[in-house]
Protein backbone atom coordinates (compact mmCIF):
# COMPACT_ATOMS: atom_id res chain seq x y z
CA UNK A 1 0.00 0.00 0.00
CA UNK A 2 0.83 3.48 -0.96
CA UNK A 3 2.26 5.82 1.59
CA UNK A 4 1.18 9.30 1.20
CA UNK A 5 3.48 11.95 2.60
CA UNK A 6 3.34 15.51 1.70
CA UNK A 7 6.05 17.13 0.13
CA UNK A 8 6.34 20.09 2.56
CA UNK A 9 9.82 20.65 1.81
CA UNK A 10 9.59 21.30 -1.69
CA UNK A 11 6.21 23.20 -1.77
CA UNK A 12 7.85 25.42 0.59
CA UNK A 13 11.10 25.92 -1.55
CA UNK A 14 8.78 27.08 -4.32
CA UNK A 15 6.84 29.40 -2.64
CA UNK A 16 9.69 30.81 -0.17
CA UNK A 17 12.68 30.53 -2.61
CA UNK A 18 11.72 30.27 -6.07
CA UNK A 19 8.64 32.75 -6.02
CA UNK A 20 8.81 34.33 -2.67
CA UNK A 21 5.22 34.17 -1.81
CA UNK A 22 6.49 36.44 0.57
CA UNK A 23 6.90 39.79 -1.55
CA UNK A 24 3.88 38.70 -3.55
CA UNK A 25 1.76 38.42 -0.81
CA UNK A 26 2.27 41.91 0.29
CA UNK A 27 0.61 43.60 -3.11
CA UNK A 28 -2.54 41.39 -2.95
CA UNK A 29 -5.60 42.51 -0.83
CA UNK A 30 -5.39 39.70 1.60
CA UNK A 31 -1.63 38.95 1.32
CA UNK A 32 -1.21 40.21 4.77
CA UNK A 33 -2.69 37.73 6.43
CA UNK A 34 -0.60 35.16 4.71
CA UNK A 35 2.69 36.02 7.20
CA UNK A 36 5.52 33.11 7.05
CA UNK A 37 3.55 31.56 10.44
CA UNK A 38 0.10 31.36 8.83
CA UNK A 39 1.61 30.19 5.53
CA UNK A 40 3.96 27.68 7.50
CA UNK A 41 0.58 27.12 10.00
CA UNK A 42 -1.61 26.20 7.21
CA UNK A 43 1.50 23.78 5.06
CA UNK A 44 1.56 21.82 8.31
CA UNK A 45 -2.20 21.45 8.98
CA UNK A 46 -3.06 20.34 5.52
CA UNK A 47 -0.19 17.84 5.74
CA UNK A 48 -1.89 16.28 8.23
CA UNK A 49 -5.42 16.20 7.52
CA UNK A 50 -3.80 14.96 4.04
CA UNK A 51 -1.61 12.43 5.44
CA UNK A 52 -4.02 11.02 8.42
CA UNK A 53 -7.46 11.22 7.33
CA UNK A 54 -7.56 11.70 3.43
CA UNK A 55 -4.92 8.98 2.17
CA UNK A 56 -6.20 6.05 4.68
CA UNK A 57 -9.33 6.30 2.66
CA UNK A 58 -7.68 6.30 -0.88
CA UNK A 59 -7.56 2.64 -1.62
CA UNK A 60 -10.88 1.41 0.52
CA UNK A 61 -12.34 3.97 -1.49
CA UNK A 62 -12.27 2.29 -4.78
CA UNK A 63 -15.12 0.08 -3.84
CA UNK A 64 -16.51 2.70 -5.32
CA UNK A 65 -20.56 4.72 -4.75
CA UNK A 66 -23.49 3.10 -3.79
CA UNK A 67 -26.30 4.33 -5.90
CA UNK A 68 -30.01 2.89 -4.51
CA UNK A 69 -33.02 5.27 -5.25
CA UNK A 70 -31.87 8.37 -6.48
CA UNK A 71 -29.44 8.55 -4.07
CA UNK A 72 -25.84 7.88 -3.56
CA UNK A 73 -23.91 6.75 -0.76
CA UNK A 74 -20.16 7.24 -1.21
CA UNK A 75 -17.21 5.18 0.47
CA UNK A 76 -17.03 4.66 4.39
CA UNK A 77 -15.69 7.84 6.29
CA UNK A 78 -15.96 10.17 3.06
CA UNK A 79 -18.85 12.04 4.85
CA UNK A 80 -17.18 11.81 8.04
CA UNK A 81 -13.90 13.08 6.80
CA UNK A 82 -15.68 15.81 4.73
CA UNK A 83 -17.13 17.27 8.17
CA UNK A 84 -13.64 17.75 9.22
CA UNK A 85 -12.64 19.46 6.58
CA UNK A 86 -15.52 21.78 6.80
CA UNK A 87 -15.21 22.36 10.27
CA UNK A 88 -11.85 23.27 10.27
CA UNK A 89 -12.32 25.91 7.19
CA UNK A 90 -10.77 24.57 4.39
CA UNK A 91 -13.10 25.09 1.80
CA UNK A 92 -12.86 29.12 2.80
CA UNK A 93 -9.57 29.70 3.02
CA UNK A 94 -9.49 31.60 0.11
CA UNK A 95 -12.88 33.14 -0.52
CA UNK A 96 -13.80 36.78 0.04
CA UNK A 97 -14.27 37.47 3.45
CA UNK A 98 -17.56 39.63 3.10
CA UNK A 99 -19.14 36.13 2.12
CA UNK A 100 -17.76 33.73 4.61
CA UNK A 101 -14.47 33.65 3.73
CA UNK A 102 -11.16 33.73 5.33
CA UNK A 103 -9.71 35.95 2.21
CA UNK A 104 -6.59 34.15 1.66
CA UNK A 105 -4.35 34.07 -1.32
CA UNK A 106 -5.88 31.51 -3.91
CA UNK A 107 -2.31 30.42 -4.00
CA UNK A 108 -2.17 29.00 -0.71
CA UNK A 109 -5.14 27.35 -1.33
CA UNK A 110 -4.19 25.50 -4.24
CA UNK A 111 -1.27 24.42 -2.37
CA UNK A 112 -4.14 22.56 0.46
CA UNK A 113 -5.58 21.23 -3.08
CA UNK A 114 -2.46 19.80 -4.39
CA UNK A 115 -2.25 17.73 -0.85
CA UNK A 116 -5.58 16.72 -0.49
CA UNK A 117 -5.75 14.88 -4.60
CA UNK A 118 -2.62 13.62 -4.03
CA UNK A 119 -3.65 12.10 -1.31
CA UNK A 120 -6.78 10.57 -2.23
CA UNK A 121 -8.17 12.59 -5.77
CA UNK A 122 -11.62 10.78 -5.86
CA UNK A 123 -12.46 12.70 -2.44
CA UNK A 124 -10.62 15.91 -3.08
CA UNK A 125 -12.97 16.44 -6.34
CA UNK A 126 -16.33 16.59 -4.44
CA UNK A 127 -14.91 20.13 -2.88
CA UNK A 128 -12.67 20.40 -5.65
CA UNK A 129 -15.90 21.30 -8.26
CA UNK A 130 -17.45 23.78 -5.57
CA UNK A 131 -14.12 26.15 -6.08
CA UNK A 132 -15.44 26.75 -9.48
CA UNK A 133 -18.97 26.97 -8.91
CA UNK A 134 -17.85 29.28 -6.49
CA UNK A 135 -15.63 31.57 -8.49
CA UNK A 136 -18.35 31.44 -11.26
CA UNK A 137 -21.17 33.17 -8.82
CA UNK A 138 -18.02 35.65 -7.50
CA UNK A 139 -17.32 36.66 -11.08
CA UNK A 140 -21.00 37.13 -12.40
CA UNK A 141 -23.69 36.61 -9.73
CA UNK A 142 -25.76 39.47 -8.53
CA UNK A 143 -25.24 40.42 -5.15
CA UNK A 144 -28.27 38.73 -3.97
CA UNK A 145 -26.78 35.21 -5.73
CA UNK A 146 -23.45 35.84 -3.92
CA UNK A 147 -25.78 36.41 -0.49
CA UNK A 148 -27.55 33.36 -1.16
CA UNK A 149 -25.93 30.63 -3.04
CA UNK A 150 -21.95 32.19 -2.88
CA UNK A 151 -21.79 32.19 1.57
CA UNK A 152 -22.97 28.49 1.81
CA UNK A 153 -20.66 27.19 -0.33
CA UNK A 154 -17.98 29.30 0.83
CA UNK A 155 -18.55 27.72 4.44
CA UNK A 156 -18.60 24.14 3.20
CA UNK A 157 -22.33 23.15 3.32
CA UNK A 158 -23.54 23.01 0.22
CA UNK A 159 -21.33 22.04 -2.72
CA UNK A 160 -21.27 22.69 -6.50
CA UNK A 161 -20.84 21.21 -10.02
CA UNK A 162 -20.98 22.23 -13.61
CA UNK A 163 -23.84 20.79 -15.99
CA UNK A 164 -22.43 21.13 -19.39
CA UNK A 165 -22.55 17.68 -21.14
CA UNK A 166 -25.16 16.04 -22.99
CA UNK A 167 -25.24 12.80 -24.87
CA UNK A 168 -25.05 14.27 -28.12
CA UNK A 169 -22.24 16.83 -27.15
CA UNK A 170 -19.12 16.85 -24.75
CA UNK A 171 -16.78 19.54 -26.23
CA UNK A 172 -19.04 20.84 -28.90
CA UNK A 173 -21.74 22.24 -26.44
CA UNK A 174 -23.27 24.57 -29.39
CA UNK A 175 -25.16 21.34 -29.78
CA UNK A 176 -26.64 21.58 -26.38
CA UNK A 177 -30.28 20.83 -25.93
CA UNK A 178 -31.44 21.54 -22.08
CA UNK A 179 -34.50 24.22 -22.64
CA UNK A 180 -34.78 27.26 -20.05
CA UNK A 181 -38.73 28.88 -20.05
CA UNK A 182 -39.16 31.62 -18.13
CA UNK A 183 -41.36 32.00 -14.93
CA UNK A 184 -43.86 34.47 -13.82
CA UNK A 185 -41.67 35.19 -11.16
CA UNK A 186 -38.20 35.96 -12.77
CA UNK A 187 -36.82 32.55 -11.77
CA UNK A 188 -36.82 29.50 -15.29
CA UNK A 189 -37.66 26.15 -15.89
CA UNK A 190 -35.09 23.91 -16.76
CA UNK A 191 -35.56 20.77 -18.45
CA UNK A 192 -32.66 18.49 -19.69
CA UNK A 193 -30.57 15.74 -18.99
CA UNK A 194 -26.92 16.52 -18.19
CA UNK A 195 -24.21 13.24 -18.13
CA UNK A 196 -21.03 13.28 -16.78
CA UNK A 197 -21.58 15.23 -13.30
CA UNK A 198 -19.03 14.76 -11.08
CA UNK A 199 -20.45 14.82 -7.64
CA UNK A 200 -24.01 15.61 -8.96
CA UNK A 201 -25.37 13.65 -6.34
CA UNK A 202 -24.12 12.51 -2.65
CA UNK A 203 -24.45 12.53 0.97
CA UNK A 204 -21.73 14.79 1.78
CA UNK A 205 -23.38 18.23 2.32
CA UNK A 206 -27.00 19.51 2.64
CA UNK A 207 -27.22 20.87 -0.29
CA UNK A 208 -25.63 20.71 -4.30
CA UNK A 209 -25.87 23.82 -6.27
CA UNK A 210 -25.58 22.85 -10.48
CA UNK A 211 -24.47 25.54 -12.83
CA UNK A 212 -26.18 24.53 -15.94
CA UNK A 213 -26.15 24.99 -19.71
CA UNK A 214 -29.47 25.72 -21.51
CA UNK A 215 -31.24 27.43 -24.26
CA UNK A 216 -33.71 30.35 -23.72
CA UNK A 217 -36.42 30.24 -26.07
CA UNK A 218 -35.60 31.75 -29.18
CA UNK A 219 -31.86 31.84 -28.83
CA UNK A 220 -29.35 31.53 -30.70
CA UNK A 221 -28.35 28.28 -32.73
CA UNK A 222 -25.14 27.41 -31.78
CA UNK A 223 -23.06 28.63 -28.49
CA UNK A 224 -24.34 32.63 -29.01
CA UNK A 225 -27.06 30.93 -27.85
CA UNK A 226 -26.49 29.23 -23.95
CA UNK A 227 -27.13 30.76 -21.11
CA UNK A 228 -26.06 29.96 -17.60
CA UNK A 229 -28.02 29.33 -14.11
CA UNK A 230 -28.33 27.98 -11.45
CA UNK A 231 -29.95 25.18 -9.97
CA UNK A 232 -30.22 24.26 -6.56
CA UNK A 233 -31.01 20.41 -5.16
CA UNK A 234 -33.19 21.95 -2.37
CA UNK A 235 -35.48 25.59 -3.49
CA UNK A 236 -34.02 27.83 -0.63
CA UNK A 237 -36.58 30.34 1.48
CA UNK A 238 -36.14 33.42 2.12
CA UNK A 239 -34.51 33.08 4.64
CA UNK A 240 -31.73 31.12 3.33
CA UNK A 241 -33.17 27.76 5.29
CA UNK A 242 -33.84 24.74 2.82
CA UNK A 243 -37.22 24.30 0.94
CA UNK A 244 -38.82 21.72 -0.94
CA UNK A 245 -36.75 19.38 -3.07
CA UNK A 246 -35.88 20.64 -6.88
CA UNK A 247 -37.56 18.25 -9.85
CA UNK A 248 -33.53 17.83 -9.86
CA UNK A 249 -32.51 13.83 -9.16
CA UNK A 250 -30.05 11.70 -10.39
CA UNK A 251 -30.49 9.30 -12.99
CA UNK A 252 -28.05 6.85 -12.53
CA UNK A 253 -23.74 6.76 -11.28
CA UNK A 254 -21.57 5.86 -13.93
CA UNK A 255 -19.47 2.72 -13.92
CA UNK A 256 -15.85 3.88 -14.43
CA UNK A 257 -12.14 2.73 -15.12
CA UNK A 258 -11.03 5.01 -12.14
CA UNK A 259 -11.92 7.27 -9.82
CA UNK A 260 -14.66 4.99 -8.40
CA UNK A 261 -15.28 6.86 -5.34
CA UNK A 262 -16.16 9.90 -7.04
CA UNK A 263 -20.21 10.12 -7.95
CA UNK A 264 -20.00 10.29 -12.05
CA UNK A 265 -23.72 11.19 -12.68
CA UNK A 266 -26.52 11.18 -15.39
CA UNK A 267 -28.71 14.15 -13.85
CA UNK A 268 -32.23 15.08 -14.85
CA UNK A 269 -33.72 18.42 -14.87
CA UNK A 270 -37.55 17.93 -14.73
CA UNK A 271 -38.95 21.85 -14.84
CA UNK A 272 -36.14 22.46 -12.47
CA UNK A 273 -36.46 26.22 -11.20
CA UNK A 274 -32.87 27.86 -11.93
CA UNK A 275 -31.89 31.48 -11.62
CA UNK A 276 -29.97 33.23 -14.21
CA UNK A 277 -26.03 33.95 -14.07
CA UNK A 278 -24.67 36.59 -16.31
CA UNK A 279 -26.24 38.58 -19.60
CA UNK A 280 -28.44 36.31 -21.78
CA UNK A 281 -26.93 33.76 -24.51
CA UNK A 282 -23.56 34.45 -22.45
CA UNK A 283 -23.69 31.38 -21.13
CA UNK A 284 -20.16 30.12 -22.17
CA UNK A 285 -18.52 32.81 -21.80
CA UNK A 286 -19.08 33.09 -17.91
CA UNK A 287 -18.70 29.06 -17.81
CA UNK A 288 -15.30 29.65 -18.69
CA UNK A 289 -14.65 30.64 -14.99
CA UNK A 290 -15.81 27.37 -13.60
CA UNK A 291 -13.37 25.34 -16.56
CA UNK A 292 -10.48 27.23 -16.78
CA UNK A 293 -10.25 27.10 -12.98
CA UNK A 294 -11.53 23.72 -13.49
CA UNK A 295 -8.58 22.95 -15.66
CA UNK A 296 -5.89 24.47 -13.51
CA UNK A 297 -7.60 22.17 -10.87
CA UNK A 298 -7.29 19.04 -13.69
CA UNK A 299 -3.57 19.62 -13.94
CA UNK A 300 -3.23 19.11 -10.38
CA UNK A 301 -4.22 15.64 -11.07
CA UNK A 302 -0.88 15.28 -13.08
CA UNK A 303 1.47 16.15 -10.84
CA UNK A 304 -0.59 14.25 -7.90
CA UNK A 305 -0.28 11.26 -10.09
CA UNK A 306 3.52 11.36 -10.53
CA UNK A 307 4.32 12.74 -7.07
CA UNK A 308 1.98 9.56 -5.10
CA UNK A 309 3.17 6.68 -8.10
CA UNK A 310 6.69 8.18 -7.18
CA UNK A 311 5.66 7.59 -3.38
CA UNK A 312 4.98 4.17 -3.74
CA UNK A 313 7.97 3.23 -6.11
CA UNK A 314 10.84 4.57 -4.17
CA UNK A 315 10.91 2.55 -1.27
CA UNK A 316 9.88 -0.75 -2.95
CA UNK A 317 13.21 0.04 -4.99
CA UNK A 318 15.34 1.08 -2.60
CA UNK A 319 13.98 -2.44 -0.43
CA UNK A 320 12.99 -4.85 -3.35
CA UNK A 321 16.46 -6.73 -4.50
CA UNK A 322 16.77 -8.48 -7.84
CA UNK A 323 19.82 -9.43 -10.05
CA UNK A 324 23.07 -7.82 -9.37
CA UNK A 325 24.88 -4.22 -10.82
CA UNK A 326 26.44 -4.26 -14.12
CA UNK A 327 29.23 -2.36 -12.62
CA UNK A 328 29.69 -5.04 -9.67
CA UNK A 329 27.90 -6.33 -6.80
CA UNK A 330 27.16 -3.55 -4.69
CA UNK A 331 25.82 -5.87 -1.00
CA UNK A 332 27.38 -9.07 -1.66
CA UNK A 333 26.09 -10.06 2.06
CA UNK A 334 22.45 -10.03 0.34
CA UNK A 335 20.86 -12.37 -2.07
CA UNK A 336 20.56 -9.79 -4.76
CA UNK A 337 21.41 -6.11 -4.94
CA UNK A 338 18.61 -3.68 -5.01
CA UNK A 339 16.44 -2.26 -7.63
CA UNK A 340 18.06 0.83 -7.07
CA UNK A 341 21.68 0.12 -8.72
CA UNK A 342 19.79 -0.20 -12.02
CA UNK A 343 20.05 2.08 -14.48
CA UNK A 344 16.66 2.06 -16.11
CA UNK A 345 15.02 1.92 -12.60
CA UNK A 346 16.65 5.45 -11.83
CA UNK A 347 15.58 6.44 -15.32
CA UNK A 348 11.98 5.83 -14.50
CA UNK A 349 12.26 7.04 -10.60
CA UNK A 350 13.81 10.34 -12.29
CA UNK A 351 10.95 10.92 -14.45
CA UNK A 352 8.50 10.11 -11.83
CA UNK A 353 10.51 12.64 -9.50
CA UNK A 354 11.09 15.51 -12.57
CA UNK A 355 7.13 15.65 -13.79
CA UNK A 356 6.06 15.53 -10.03
CA UNK A 357 8.82 18.89 -9.18
CA UNK A 358 8.45 20.42 -12.83
CA UNK A 359 4.99 20.44 -12.87
CA UNK A 360 4.70 21.54 -9.37
CA UNK A 361 6.67 24.68 -10.42
CA UNK A 362 4.34 25.25 -13.48
CA UNK A 363 1.37 24.87 -11.26
CA UNK A 364 2.46 27.32 -8.56
CA UNK A 365 3.31 30.00 -11.17
CA UNK A 366 0.03 29.92 -12.47
CA UNK A 367 -1.50 30.06 -8.93
CA UNK A 368 0.64 33.40 -8.68
CA UNK A 369 -1.33 35.20 -11.75
CA UNK A 370 -4.34 33.24 -10.48
CA UNK A 371 -3.86 35.61 -7.10
CA UNK A 372 -2.59 38.73 -9.45
CA UNK A 373 -5.99 37.95 -11.47
CA UNK A 374 -8.03 37.76 -8.06
CA UNK A 375 -6.79 41.07 -7.09
CA UNK A 376 -7.37 42.96 -10.44
CA UNK A 377 -10.94 42.07 -10.36
CA UNK A 378 -11.02 42.81 -6.76
CA UNK A 379 -9.82 46.20 -7.44
CA UNK A 380 -11.93 46.49 -10.36
CA UNK A 381 -8.84 46.93 -12.76
CA UNK A 382 -10.01 45.46 -15.90
CA UNK A 383 -6.67 46.30 -17.78
CA UNK A 384 -4.73 44.54 -15.58
CA UNK A 385 -7.50 41.53 -15.18
CA UNK A 386 -7.02 40.78 -19.06
CA UNK A 387 -3.09 41.36 -18.57
CA UNK A 388 -2.73 38.24 -16.30
CA UNK A 389 -5.85 36.45 -17.52
CA UNK A 390 -4.04 36.12 -21.54
CA UNK A 391 -0.51 35.06 -19.38
CA UNK A 392 -2.91 32.26 -17.31
CA UNK A 393 -4.61 31.58 -20.70
CA UNK A 394 -1.47 30.95 -22.55
CA UNK A 395 -0.62 28.07 -19.80
CA UNK A 396 -3.94 26.92 -19.28
CA UNK A 397 -4.19 24.17 -22.00
CA UNK A 398 -0.36 23.60 -21.37
CA UNK A 399 -0.58 22.61 -17.78
CA UNK A 400 -3.89 20.73 -18.54
CA UNK A 401 -2.76 18.70 -21.41
CA UNK A 402 0.95 18.32 -20.91
CA UNK A 403 0.93 17.87 -17.10
CA UNK A 404 -2.13 14.77 -17.37
CA UNK A 405 0.06 13.10 -20.10
CA UNK A 406 2.72 13.03 -18.13
CA UNK A 407 1.15 11.72 -14.61
CA UNK A 408 -0.23 9.42 -16.58
CA UNK A 409 3.46 8.55 -17.84
CA UNK A 410 4.49 8.73 -14.20
CA UNK A 411 1.91 6.59 -13.02
CA UNK A 412 2.86 3.80 -15.79
CA UNK A 413 6.64 3.75 -14.46
CA UNK A 414 5.12 3.68 -11.14
CA UNK A 415 3.66 0.02 -11.70
CA UNK A 416 6.65 -0.76 -14.21
CA UNK A 417 8.77 -0.65 -10.91
CA UNK A 418 6.84 -3.01 -9.10
CA UNK A 419 6.76 -5.36 -12.13
CA UNK A 420 4.41 -8.05 -12.24
CA UNK A 421 3.38 -6.99 -8.04
CA UNK A 422 2.39 -3.67 -9.93
CA UNK A 423 -0.30 -5.36 -11.34
CA UNK A 424 -1.92 -6.48 -8.31
CA UNK A 425 -4.74 -4.29 -6.76
CA UNK A 426 -3.44 -4.59 -3.35
CA UNK A 427 -0.52 -2.55 -3.84
CA UNK A 428 -1.81 0.53 -4.63
CA UNK A 429 0.21 1.43 -8.02
CA UNK A 430 -2.40 0.14 -10.55
CA UNK A 431 -4.90 2.06 -9.29
CA UNK A 432 -3.14 5.64 -9.68
CA UNK A 433 -2.91 4.69 -13.21
CA UNK A 434 -6.48 4.00 -13.39
CA UNK A 435 -6.94 6.74 -11.97
CA UNK A 436 -5.01 9.15 -13.85
CA UNK A 437 -6.41 8.44 -17.22
CA UNK A 438 -9.28 10.32 -16.81
CA UNK A 439 -7.24 13.45 -16.00
CA UNK A 440 -6.38 13.42 -19.89
CA UNK A 441 -10.26 13.62 -20.65
CA UNK A 442 -12.56 15.56 -18.67
CA UNK A 443 -12.50 19.38 -18.88
CA UNK A 444 -11.67 18.79 -22.70
CA UNK A 445 -8.79 16.22 -23.67
CA UNK A 446 -5.76 16.64 -24.89
CA UNK A 447 -6.74 17.14 -28.54
CA UNK A 448 -9.19 19.73 -27.18
CA UNK A 449 -6.92 21.66 -25.47
CA UNK A 450 -3.95 21.53 -28.16
CA UNK A 451 -6.51 23.13 -30.53
CA UNK A 452 -7.12 25.63 -28.03
CA UNK A 453 -3.25 26.75 -27.76
CA UNK A 454 -2.16 26.56 -30.94
CA UNK A 455 -5.62 27.75 -32.95
CA UNK A 456 -6.96 30.22 -30.51
CA UNK A 457 -4.44 31.28 -28.50
CA UNK A 458 -1.57 31.22 -30.63
CA UNK A 459 -2.28 31.82 -34.06
CA UNK A 460 -5.81 33.66 -33.59
CA UNK A 461 -3.91 35.30 -30.70
CA UNK A 462 -1.20 36.23 -33.13
CA UNK A 463 1.62 34.75 -30.84
CA UNK A 464 0.42 37.83 -28.31
CA UNK A 465 0.95 35.24 -25.01
CA UNK A 466 3.84 33.77 -26.13
CA UNK A 467 5.15 36.66 -26.56
CA UNK A 468 5.13 37.17 -23.03
CA UNK A 469 6.09 34.34 -22.13
CA UNK A 470 9.36 34.44 -24.15
CA UNK A 471 10.17 37.50 -22.77
CA UNK A 472 9.59 35.71 -19.17
CA UNK A 473 12.00 33.69 -20.33
CA UNK A 474 14.71 35.58 -22.26
CA UNK A 475 14.94 38.03 -18.90
CA UNK A 476 15.78 35.03 -16.86
CA UNK A 477 18.25 34.04 -19.81
CA UNK A 478 19.64 37.70 -19.93
CA UNK A 479 20.03 37.91 -16.33
CA UNK A 480 21.63 34.65 -15.35
CA UNK A 481 25.46 34.38 -15.27
CA UNK A 482 26.24 31.66 -13.13
CA UNK A 483 28.68 29.17 -14.74
CA UNK A 484 27.32 26.60 -13.71
CA UNK A 485 23.92 27.39 -15.33
CA UNK A 486 25.67 27.95 -19.26
CA UNK A 487 25.08 24.72 -20.13
CA UNK A 488 20.99 24.84 -19.21
CA UNK A 489 20.46 28.50 -19.92
CA UNK A 490 22.54 27.94 -23.35
CA UNK A 491 19.45 25.11 -24.13
CA UNK A 492 16.91 27.19 -22.60
CA UNK A 493 17.95 30.58 -25.25
CA UNK A 494 18.23 27.53 -28.46
CA UNK A 495 14.68 26.27 -27.95
CA UNK A 496 12.99 29.41 -27.23
CA UNK A 497 14.40 30.23 -30.84
CA UNK A 498 13.62 27.54 -32.29
CA UNK A 499 9.81 27.89 -30.35
CA UNK A 500 9.57 31.11 -32.45
CA UNK A 501 10.72 30.24 -35.66
CA UNK A 502 8.38 27.10 -35.35
CA UNK A 503 5.35 29.19 -34.37
CA UNK A 504 6.10 30.96 -37.86
CA UNK A 505 6.23 27.89 -40.12
CA UNK A 506 3.42 26.21 -38.65
CA UNK A 507 1.62 29.99 -39.09
CA UNK A 508 2.51 29.72 -42.65
CA UNK A 509 1.79 26.30 -43.21
CA UNK A 510 -1.76 26.86 -41.89
CA UNK A 511 -2.28 29.62 -43.81
CA UNK A 512 -2.07 27.40 -47.20
CA UNK A 513 -3.96 24.30 -45.58
CA UNK A 514 -6.07 24.37 -42.06
CA UNK A 515 -6.06 20.80 -41.60
CA UNK A 516 -2.51 21.71 -40.62
CA UNK A 517 -3.77 23.09 -37.07
CA UNK A 518 -5.49 19.96 -36.52
CA UNK A 519 -2.44 17.77 -37.18
CA UNK A 520 0.29 19.78 -35.53
CA UNK A 521 -1.63 20.82 -32.31
CA UNK A 522 -0.82 17.60 -30.22
CA UNK A 523 2.86 17.70 -31.01
CA UNK A 524 2.98 21.51 -31.04
CA UNK A 525 1.03 20.96 -27.19
CA UNK A 526 3.83 18.53 -26.29
CA UNK A 527 6.61 20.43 -27.71
CA UNK A 528 5.71 23.85 -25.76
CA UNK A 529 5.46 21.83 -22.76
CA UNK A 530 8.89 20.06 -22.64
CA UNK A 531 10.36 23.54 -23.64
CA UNK A 532 8.21 25.34 -20.97
CA UNK A 533 8.85 23.25 -17.77
CA UNK A 534 12.95 23.56 -19.03
CA UNK A 535 12.86 27.19 -18.08
CA UNK A 536 10.91 26.16 -14.85
CA UNK A 537 13.58 23.81 -13.81
CA UNK A 538 16.20 26.26 -14.62
CA UNK A 539 14.62 28.48 -12.47
CA UNK A 540 14.89 25.64 -9.92
CA UNK A 541 18.46 24.92 -10.40
CA UNK A 542 19.64 28.85 -10.49
CA UNK A 543 17.68 29.07 -7.00
CA UNK A 544 19.41 25.78 -5.35
CA UNK A 545 22.73 26.69 -6.61
CA UNK A 546 22.08 30.15 -5.07
CA UNK A 547 21.26 28.96 -1.68
CA UNK A 548 24.04 26.49 -1.43
CA UNK A 549 26.43 29.22 -1.93
CA UNK A 550 24.76 31.25 0.24
CA UNK A 551 25.12 27.98 2.31
CA UNK A 552 21.28 28.39 3.31
CA UNK A 553 19.27 25.39 4.20
CA UNK A 554 19.38 21.43 3.40
CA UNK A 555 22.36 21.22 0.54
CA UNK A 556 21.96 17.52 0.00
CA UNK A 557 18.07 18.78 -1.16
CA UNK A 558 19.43 21.56 -3.08
CA UNK A 559 21.87 19.35 -4.58
CA UNK A 560 18.82 16.80 -5.83
CA UNK A 561 17.17 19.83 -7.05
CA UNK A 562 20.04 20.50 -9.71
CA UNK A 563 20.35 16.83 -10.32
CA UNK A 564 17.45 16.10 -11.32
CA UNK A 565 17.72 19.45 -13.07
CA UNK A 566 20.38 17.99 -15.46
CA UNK A 567 18.53 14.84 -15.83
CA UNK A 568 15.76 16.45 -17.48
CA UNK A 569 17.58 18.84 -19.79
CA UNK A 570 19.70 16.08 -20.77
CA UNK A 571 17.15 12.72 -20.87
CA UNK A 572 13.62 14.67 -21.24
CA UNK A 573 14.08 17.87 -23.00
CA UNK A 574 15.36 16.28 -26.25
CA UNK A 575 11.41 14.70 -26.79
CA UNK A 576 10.54 17.76 -27.74
CA UNK A 577 12.53 17.41 -31.15
CA UNK A 578 10.62 14.37 -32.27
CA UNK A 579 7.35 16.41 -31.68
CA UNK A 580 9.43 19.66 -33.65
CA UNK A 581 9.61 17.58 -36.58
CA UNK A 582 5.94 16.00 -36.58
CA UNK A 583 4.25 19.47 -35.87
CA UNK A 584 5.68 20.68 -39.11
CA UNK A 585 4.87 17.74 -41.39
CA UNK A 586 2.41 18.12 -44.34
CA UNK A 587 -1.30 16.19 -42.94
CA UNK A 588 -1.88 14.34 -46.42
CA UNK A 589 -0.57 11.24 -44.69
CA UNK A 590 -3.26 11.77 -42.54
CA UNK A 591 -5.95 12.29 -44.56
CA UNK A 592 -5.67 10.92 -47.68
CA UNK A 593 -6.94 7.61 -46.76
CA UNK A 594 -10.63 7.26 -47.68
CA UNK A 595 -13.10 6.35 -44.74
CA UNK A 596 -13.92 2.89 -46.06
CA UNK A 597 -10.51 2.21 -46.63
CA UNK A 598 -9.28 2.26 -42.55
CA UNK A 599 -10.38 -1.66 -41.92
CA UNK A 600 -11.11 -4.25 -44.34
CA UNK A 601 -13.43 -6.56 -42.15
CA UNK A 602 -15.73 -8.59 -44.16
Not at 202 to 224: F, K, Q
Not at 374 to 391: F, M, N, P, V
Not at 475 to 495: A, G
Request: proline content about 4%.
Amino acid sequence: MVQYKAPVKDIKFLMNDVYKFQDHYKTIPGGEEATDEMVDMILEAAASFSEEVIAPLYQSGDEGCIFEGGEVKTPKGFKEAYQMYVENGWQSMATPVEYGGQGLPMSLALAKSEMIGTANWSWGMYPGLSLGAMNTIWMHGTEAQKQEFFVPLSEGRWTGTMCLTEAQCGTDLGQVKTKAEPNPDGSYSITGQKIFISSGEHDMAENIVHIVLARLPNAPEGTRGISLFIVPKFNVNEDGSLGDRNPVSCGSIEEKMGIHASSTCVMNFDGAKGFLIGPENKGLMCMFTFMNTARIGTSIQGVASAELSFQGALPYAKDRRSMRSLTGTKDPDKVADTLMVHPDVRRMLLTQKAIAEGGRAMVYHAARLADLMGAAHTRGDQKLYDKYDDELGFLTPILKAFLTELGYEAANHGVQVYGGHGFIKEWGMEQIVRDAQISKLYEGTTGVQALDLLGRKMLLGKFKSFNTFADLVSEFTKENKRPEMKKMVKSLKRNMLAWKLNNYRIAYKASKNRDMVGSASVDYLMYAGYIAMSYYWALMAETAYAKIEAGEGDANFYKAKIQTAEFYFKRILPRAKGHAKMMVRDPKSLMQMEEEHFAFLD
